[in-house]
């Protein structure tokens, strides 16, 4: 899509920086035709350009969130639900999630698997400006062993090293930009447990092997400690979960600098929400079974150096678009500082997703995705996930949603 908007000058607030982990103060930034023009104090404004007094604010980049089913709303049972809505009311719902989680102020996401497509398909729509969304990395479907987690609902299955290959390329061809390979059983497909290994690592080789020949990112979902090892081994650029890590797979991880996405909200809330709130019985006891050994295993990572990454699992059942935010604030209550779990949910998830020379940072030259807030996230990183707080969200230049927008809406013509 062209990008006419007038030029936006952010003007004096205090500016996140990724490399010092720290906010610069009086720091102006100039966003022009989508990108980032300028970051420093004193920039002129250009003619035209419509100009914002950030001062006593602070600017951060767009969160991004690596691992979403965005066509997804967290419903409790929506697994066995949503089978049997027709796609284009599920279409339409998924237009709405996405424009509930870029007003949140994630203004990308990589998306791990949603049934016909439908994540390849939001993602153009909103590429085209037809629907309001973050920027998608979309998977298309997961590829699972025959009976594996995600088979019948999120996933392709495959089986063998061919089938694999296979699997992979169709989801390329139908345009996705990220690959989902899964190494291990799950909490949400009943009957498969998580503890179990599924692909081998010869199986998840042909599939890394595809996907990066096409240049993308591999996520490889993997719980079980040989399927996280298998999935390392054979190369993938993140371990999503990553619930029973041993000190062999962290040293390999560390190795082979293989990111870490704990997705710690994911079964947070099936634990803490429980029968109560209708979720199936078997989710509530696998994720009773994870819950301890999940954030054990997440510290571990981190004492050892692990490079991590944000994100929500966003779609399992009470973990809902717009929500995105709750995980930063996990991370950091699990062990990482503040600025780092910033960190995570920008240039890090960036880097992972390889968007580093497209957004994760405010620098001149990338996209203009940042937020402009009304608390120091460092200070008080909970303030991230209170949308009272985000004075603006800006994506490619635009303000698209905050205080801000709504006050700027409001006023008379
Ligand atoms: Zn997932």
Same mark, same amino acid.
């Given at each position: 899509?062209?990008?006419?908007?007038?030029?936006?000058?952010?003007?004096?607030?205090?500016?996140?920086?990724?490399?010092?982990?720290?906010?610069?103060?009086?720091?102006?930034?100039?966003?022009?035709?989508?990108?980032?023009?300028?970051?420093?104090?004193?920039?002129?404004?250009?003619?035209?350009?419509?100009? /914002?007094?950030?001062?006593?604010? /602070?600017?951060?980049?767009?969160?991004? &969130?690596?691992?979403?089913?965005?066509?997804?709303?967290?419903?409790?049972?929506?697994?066995?639900? !949503?089978?049997?809505?027709?796609?284009?009311?599920?279409?339409?719902?998924?237009?709405?999630? !996405?424009?509930?989680? @870029?007003?949140?102020?994630?203004?990308?996401?990589?998306?791990?698997?949603?049934?016909?497509?439908?994540?390849?398909?939001? !993602?153009?729509?909103?590429?085209?400006?037809?629907?309001?969304?973050?920027?998608?990395?979309?998977?298309?479907?997961?590829?699972?062993?025959?009976?594996?987690?995600?088979?019948?609902?999120?996933?392709?299955?495959?089986?063998?090293?061919?089938?694999?290959? #296979?699997?992979?390329?169709?989801? *390329?061809?139908?345009?996705?930009?990220?690959?989902? @390979?899964?190494?291990?059983?799950?909490?949400?497909?009943?009957?498969?447990?998580?503890?179990?290994?599924?692909?081998? %690592? &010869?199986?998840?080789? =042909?599939?890394?092997?595809?996907?990066? #020949?096409?240049?993308?990112?591999?996520?490889?979902?993997?719980?079980?400690?040989?399927?996280?090892?298998?999935?390392?081994?054979?190369?993938?650029?993140?371990?999503?979960?990553?619930? /029973?890590?041993?000190?062999?797979?962290?040293?390999?991880?560390?190795?082979?600098?293989?990111? @870490?996405?704990?997705?710690?909200?994911?079964?947070?809330?099936?634990?803490?929400?429980?029968?109560?709130?209708?979720?199936?019985?078997?989710?509530?006891? #696998?994720?009773?079974?994870?819950?301890? &050994?999940?954030?054990?295993?997440?510290?571990?990572?981190?004492?050892?150096?692990?490079?991590? !990454?944000?994100?929500?699992?966003?779609?399992?059942?009470?973990?809902?678009?717009?929500?995105?935010?709750?995980?930063?604030?996990?991370?950091?209550?699990?062990?990482?500082?503040?600025?780092?779990? *910033?960190?995570?949910?920008? =240039? /890090?998830?960036?880097?992972?997703?390889?968007?580093?020379?497209?957004?994760?940072?405010?620098? %001149?030259?990338?996209?203009?995705? *940042?937020?402009?807030?009304?608390?120091?996230?460092?200070?008080?990183?909970?303030?991230?996930?209170?949308?009272?707080?985000?004075? =603006?969200?800006? #994506?490619?230049?635009?303000?698209?949603?905050?205080?801000?927008?709504?006050?700027?809406?409001?006023?008379?013509?």
């Amino acid at each position: 899509m062209a990008n006419d908007q007038p030029p936006l000058l952010l003007r004096g607030g205090a500016v996140f920086d990724a490399e010092s982990r720290a906010f610069r103060p009086g720091v102006d930034v100039l966003c022009s035709g989508g990108r980032i023009a300028a970051v420093r104090a004193g920039a002129a404004a250009p003619g035209g350009a419509t100009e /914002w007094d950030c001062t006593g604010r /602070w600017l951060i980049p767009g969160l991004i &969130d690596c691992h979403v089913h965005i066509t997804s709303a967290g419903d409790p049972n929506e697994m066995t639900n !949503a089978r049997g809505e027709p796609l284009p009311v599920r279409a339409w719902k998924a237009a709405e999630y !996405a424009r509930r989680t @870029l007003q949140a102020g994630i203004t990308a996401v990589r998306d791990l698997g949603a049934a016909e497509h439908l994540n390849i398909q939001l !993602a153009g729509a909103v590429e085209s400006g037809l629907v309001e969304g973050p920027r998608i990395l979309a998977a298309g479907l997961g590829v699972t062993m025959t009976g594996g987690h995600g088979h019948g609902f999120i996933a392709r299955e495959a089986d063998g090293p061919d089938e694999v290959r #296979k699997g992979v390329r169709e989801q *390329l061809r139908a345009g996705a930009k990220a690959i989902k @390979l899964f190494a291990s059983g799950g909490v949400m497909t009943p009957g498969v447990d998580p503890r179990s290994p599924s692909f081998t %690592e &010869d199986e998840m080789r =042909a599939g890394v092997e595809e996907a990066h #020949k096409a240049f993308r990112v591999v996520a490889a979902h993997a719980q079980a400690t040989e399927g996280i090892k298998n999935a390392i081994r054979a190369g993938v650029d993140s371990i999503e979960h990553g619930v /029973w890590l041993d000190d062999e797979a962290i040293g390999l991880m560390c190795e082979r600098r293989t990111y @870490l996405v704990p997705t710690l909200t994911a079964p947070h809330h099936i634990y803490h929400g429980g029968l109560a709130a209708g979720i199936p019985p078997f989710m509530v006891e #696998k994720a009773r079974q994870v819950l301890e &050994d999940h954030i054990a295993s997440y510290r571990a990572a981190l004492k050892a150096g692990v490079r991590v !990454a944000m994100g929500t699992d966003q779609g399992t059942p009470l973990n809902r678009p717009g929500d995105n935010a709750q995980e930063i604030v996990r991370m950091a209550e699990h062990g990482l500082s503040p600025a780092a779990a *910033l960190l995570a949910a920008t =240039a /890090w998830a960036a880097d992972l997703l390889r968007l580093q020379g497209e957004c994760g940072r405010i620098q %001149e030259g990338l996209a203009a995705d *940042l937020l402009v807030l009304r608390a120091d996230p460092i200070e008080d990183v909970a303030s991230l996930n209170r949308p009272e707080n985000i004075d =603006a969200v800006v #994506k490619a230049g635009r303000i698209v949603a905050g205080q801000a927008a709504k006050r700027r809406t409001n006023e008379p013509a």
